[in-house]
């Protein structure tokens, strides 16, 4: 038996090695699977496959284009077989939304799937319900999956953690390191130490550190309504240098703005790089001291024992932001308590 597990962030990755840890899992029977172009160095020693380009591919295809997934099913079926060789596996995903997470969880050799946690997802009350909020996008995709279901369809239109679709003779378990994941979820919800990674080495004690979220790349966020919370930051702290975590998406252009933001308030600044897991920094730095906005991490180091503050108030101006928030709306001040 196989396990596969899938990454598209450093939570997920920090989740399946407590995971992995957990189980005692050995090394041998393990395949990492990567998206949204995710990378460690750990990584780089281990089993891993990239389906990035399928994972971006498939999220462009909306319900009446949905026949255009099929030509996918086939390669990401031949990729597992010659990853696999015919063994069966049990799965490990974020959620079961994404058609590429779904081709894991209906997959024949698939013989359970498990739920991993993903950060601000897994803690926001919009997200624990089956139900869509739109009448009429509920009655469509209901139609469609009553359709799809026919012809014992390898994919389907569901909420992020609404599973029902997915029967395996194994029940799924949602695997958390907060429990205060997953709140108001039938599942069974199994709670598990995190751990640090010993092969990433990253501290920075005593500092400051500025951890950004991908809100303006996402159409979630105006990159002036950013600046100006940057501003705020700065204004408020009064930190000579900082350590600035970058989310993976945020593009060049938008990176070198918010150094010359810093460079004009005359703060020295030094660039953590995207492949170093900011939950590992949280975990070893002594006297970290995180700022932020709404990024998941904000919460991960203070349960990692940093001290957090939040200036997600200075962001609630901006209409993007507020429509953004209303639905992935986890509560950050609570979690902050």
Known sequence: MKHIFFLHSHITYFVSIAVINYKKINKQDILFVTARNYTNNTLKNLKTIDLSKEYDELNRIYINKFYSIYPYIKKFDKKLKFELKQESFTAYLPHVENKLMQLFATHKNCKAFNIIEEGGTSYAPHFMTFQFNNIWESVIKKTFNSILSVFNNRFYYVKVYDIRTFKKSEPTIFYSIDDRAFQGLPYTIKLIPSIEDISISYKIDNSYAL????????????????????????????????????????????????????????????????????????ISSKNLHVLGFSSSLLFYSKAFGCNVTTYENTLMEDKLFQTFRSKNNFDLNKLLN
């Open 211 to 282: 951890v950004l979220e991908g809100a303006v790349e996402q159409g979630n966020l105006n990159f002036n309504t950013l600046l100006k919370g940057i501003i705020e930051i700065i204004s408020k702290e009064k930190f000579e240098k900082i350590y600035i975590k970058y989310h993976p998406v945020q593009s060049t252009d938008n990176r070198k703005k918010i150094e010359s933001t810093f460079k004009d308030h005359n703060i020295q600044f030094f660039i953590i790089p995207d492949e170093i897991p900011f939950e590992q920094i949280a």
